[in-house]
């Protein structure tokens, strides 16, 4: 028994562990110091958790975009990050031209769901264009033929709005409305983040319940599960991959006014980090796995959040804060060290019927 038990243990079982076991270390003596320092108030907490949140939000709304589509064609649309900045991209040239005219002030509701319009039909516009042009004539392709195709198909809107908009970084005029901050207590959350975490929830609680208990979204499950046997069944299957691009586009159209209204800046490059970060959650949450891509984009906006400075500052690491892209992604080789199908790990198809 003990033979065996050796006999499959090799030497990037024993690397994997190490680093594994090295990170948890870090982790844990570096909260564990941060903590007993105690140079940070419960209020400066509970900031980093409001913020990691709202940041989470819009990581979730993307990664479903990826999750969706992974769960009906098994691929990874890595032009789905370029579909989030088309709409982002678009919609400034709308908020601008309502903020000289007066109206994103005087109709301030009305001139942001505008926004939302014009950054989600841009997202669906493109999020066809691709699924049509780029992807289904692959479709019976080795798998690697699309994922070399979703590459240069995201390299080509990357230019393609480049050279439709330009280079430069615009800025999202300012909505006043959205302007302050409500305080309870110790907590403290603004009026942005309280529309970024209410439209988000929101979203994806609709999208959750539009799969889950729709006749659209049986057909989405069942195409998920096998394509030939629901195309038996009377399923057209191109209609719901069309519609799976549809959704995730859409959300990703969402995301990018979100985006927009929390950072007020936009350009042609915009979608790269957001989109990695997306992919990211969706993978630690389990790629394919709707309720995943949600707990996963919160679960790594929160790290990206409070992690630096809750595991590195007790280290005397100097501005903690500028490596949370590494704290994302070390949480990512943890979860794939320990859990390789993700956090909840179940796919699409494997949904209640």
């Given at each position: 028994?003990?033979?065996?038990?050796?006999?499959?243990?090799?030497?990037?079982?024993?690397?994997?562990?190490?680093?594994?076991?090295?990170?948890?270390?870090?982790?844990?003596?570096?909260?564990?110091?941060?903590?007993?320092?105690?140079?940070?108030?419960?209020?400066?907490?509970?900031?980093?958790?409001?913020?990691?949140?709202?940041q989470?939000?819009?990581?979730?709304?993307?990664?479903l975009g990826?999750?969706?589509?992974y769960?009906?064609?098994?691929?990874?649309n890595?032009?789905?990050?370029?579909?989030?900045?088309?709409?982002?991209?678009?919609?400034?040239h709308?908020?601008?031209?309502?903020?000289?005219?007066?109206?994103?002030?005087?109709?301030?509701?009305?001139?942001?769901?505008?926004?939302?319009?014009?950054?989600?039909?841009?997202?669906?516009?493109?999020?066809v264009?691709?699924?049509?042009?780029?992807?289904?004539?692959?479709?019976?392709?080795?798998?690697?033929?699309?994922?070399?195709?979703?590459?240069?198909?995201?390299?080509?809107?990357?230019?393609?709005?480049k050279?439709?908009?330009?280079?430069?970084?615009?800025?999202?005029?300012?909505?006043?409305?959205?302007?302050?901050?409500y305080?309870?207590?110790?907590?403290?959350?603004?009026?942005?983040?309280?529309?970024?975490?209410?439209a988000?929830?929101?979203?994806?609680?609709?999208?959750?319940?539009?799969?889950?208990?729709?006749?659209?979204?049986?057909?989405?499950?069942?195409?998920?599960?096998?394509?030939?046997?629901?195309?038996?069944?009377?399923?057209?299957?191109?209609?719901?991959?069309?519609?799976?691009?549809?959704?995730?586009?859409?959300?990703?159209?969402?995301?990018?006014?979100?985006?927009?209204?929390?950072?007020?800046?936009?350009?042609?490059?915009?979608?790269?980090?957001?989109?990695?970060?997306?992919?990211?959650?969706?993978?630690?949450?389990?790629?394919?796995n709707?309720?995943?891509?949600?707990?996963?984009?919160?679960f790594?906006g929160?790290?990206?959040?409070?992690?630096p400075?809750?595991?590195l500052d007790?280290?005397?690491?100097?501005?903690?804060?500028?490596?949370?892209?590494?704290?994302?992604?070390?949480?990512?080789?943890?979860?794939?060290?320990?859990?390789?199908?993700?956090?909840?790990?179940?796919?699409?198809?494997?949904?209640k019927?």
């Amino acid at each position: 028994m003990n033979q065996k038990f050796l006999n499959r243990i090799n030497f990037t079982d024993i690397a994997l562990g190490i680093i594994g076991t090295a990170l948890v270390g870090l982790i844990v003596i570096g909260s564990y110091k941060t903590i007993v320092e105690g140079n940070y108030t419960t209020r400066q907490w509970l900031d980093f958790v409001v913020f990691g949140i709202a940041q989470g939000s819009i990581y979730a709304l993307i990664a479903l975009g990826y999750t969706l589509v992974y769960g009906i064609l098994r691929m990874i649309n890595f032009a789905h990050s370029e579909v989030f900045m088309g709409g982002a991209f678009t919609a400034y040239h709308a908020a601008a031209a309502m903020a000289k005219s007066g109206f994103l002030r005087e109709n301030t509701v009305l001139a942001i769901l505008i926004l939302f319009a014009v950054s989600i039909a841009t997202s669906v516009l493109l999020g066809v264009l691709v699924e049509r042009i780029a992807y289904r004539p692959l479709r019976r392709a080795p798998r690697l033929v699309p994922l070399i195709t979703a590459i240069g198909a995201s390299f080509v809107l990357q230019y393609m709005f480049k050279g439709l908009y330009g280079d430069q970084f615009k800025a999202y005029p300012e909505i006043e409305a959205l302007k302050g901050s409500y305080t309870y207590g110790d907590f403290n959350i603004t009026k942005i983040q309280v529309v970024v975490i209410v439209a988000a929830s929101l979203l994806m609680l609709g999208l959750y319940l539009y799969v889950q208990y729709t006749k659209a979204g049986k057909a989405m499950r069942a195409v998920s599960e096998d394509k030939d046997i629901a195309a038996l069944m009377g399923i057209n299957v191109d209609v719901i991959i069309v519609r799976t691009f549809v959704l995730g586009a859409a959300l990703a159209g969402a995301a990018g006014i979100l985006y927009a209204i929390t950072f007020r800046q936009v350009n042609f490059f915009m979608g790269f980090i957001p989109g990695i970060k997306a992919f990211t959650a969706a993978v630690l949450g389990g790629i394919g796995n709707i309720p995943g891509a949600m707990l996963g984009g919160i679960f790594l906006g929160l790290f990206e959040s409070v992690g630096p400075i809750l595991f590195l500052d007790g280290l005397n690491v100097p501005a903690p804060y500028q490596l949370k892209d590494v704290i994302a992604f070390s949480m990512l080789v943890l979860v794939l060290l320990f859990r390789p199908s993700g956090i909840l790990g179940e796919r699409l198809s494997r949904s209640k019927a």
